[in-house]
C-alpha cells in the first residue's frame, strides 16, 4: 500500500513530514528575530564611544 512495504519506510516517510512541520514552526517563530543583531551593533558602539571619551578625559 503506497510503496510502504517496511518499518523503515514508514519510518523515514513519517520523520520527513515531522521535521519539515518542526523547521516550518520553528521558522515561523523565530521570522523577525533579526532586529536584535542591529541594536547589539548600536549599544556596542555606544560602549565604544562612551569608553574613548572617558579614555579621552583621563589623559
Known amino acids: ?3 510502504l512495504e517496511g518499518f523503515g519506510v514508514i519510518a523515514g ?12 514552526v ?4 523565530n521570522w ?3 532586529y536584535l543583531e542591529e541594536d547589539e551593533r ?3 558602539e555606544s560602549w565604544l564611544k562612551e569608553e574613548q571619551q572617558l579614555e579621552d578625559e583621563l589623559l
Open 13 to 24: 516517510f513519517v520523520l520527513t513530514l515531522l521535521s519539515t512541520l518542526l523547521c516550518v
Open 1 to 3: 500500500m503506497f510503496g
Open 32 to 34: 523577525n528575530r533579526g
Open 26 to 29: 520553528y521558522g515561523a517563530i
Open 42 to 44: 548600536q549599544q556596542k
